[in-house]
């Protein structure tokens, strides 16, 4: 099947697209509202967009609090959702009024950041302290805004539990990240296989963009 999906129907019993490039991390972003309350958000719309120098984007349909809070503050954090932390992370996603704090209201411990002020989430294995940078307001190519935004952001500050690492690196089977998948649907990583470059490429070695 083929369809634009601008101007046709997909067909389908439910829409494909939330499913077709999957598996997506989630970005579970915590800001602080102008009046100081914490926010936290799950965003899998989200990923790290370069890898030296580190930054992250989160992509928010229409403007949500976390992007409001991002762009009034300047700043934000990531927290990896993790198998043990997969419901709390789902309740996060509810709408709580504005002076209401959503990790108070799911029951998740946050701990402070070191280089921003919105705290992460405790029990994540690894959080990364973001400054808020810009929102690219998306347009589509016949000139209509679009309802997506983009907020963009430089990381400042990176923690890693060193329960994760394992001979110098990150054992993914010890952070069992979650991943969205389509529809209601999601899926952990707990497993990997490992591949070499051709030639002697090993981007282990190297602290650039690979
Ligand atoms: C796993 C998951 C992923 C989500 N991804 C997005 C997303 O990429 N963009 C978005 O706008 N909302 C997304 N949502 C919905 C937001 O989390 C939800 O609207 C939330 O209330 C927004 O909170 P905020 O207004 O405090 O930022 C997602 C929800 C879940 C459970």
Redesign the pocket.
Known sequence: MWYDPRTEKHGLKHSPVTALVVPRP??W?S?LNPAGKV????????NMISGYPPWLM?????K????TNAELTGEFTFSL?TWSLREV??A?????PDDVS?PEAVGIEMAPSRNVKPPRVAASPVSIECKYYKTVDLVASDGKPNRSHLVLGEVVGIHIDDSVIVDGMLDVRKMQPIA?MGYMD?NVVNDYFTMARPGDYDPRAREENT
């Open positions: 989630i970005g972003i800001t926010n936290l958000a799950p965003y899998s719309f989200f989160f992509s928010s349909a229409p949500k609090n976390s992007q959702a992370m789902n996060s996603s509810a709408e709580f959503e969205r999601y």
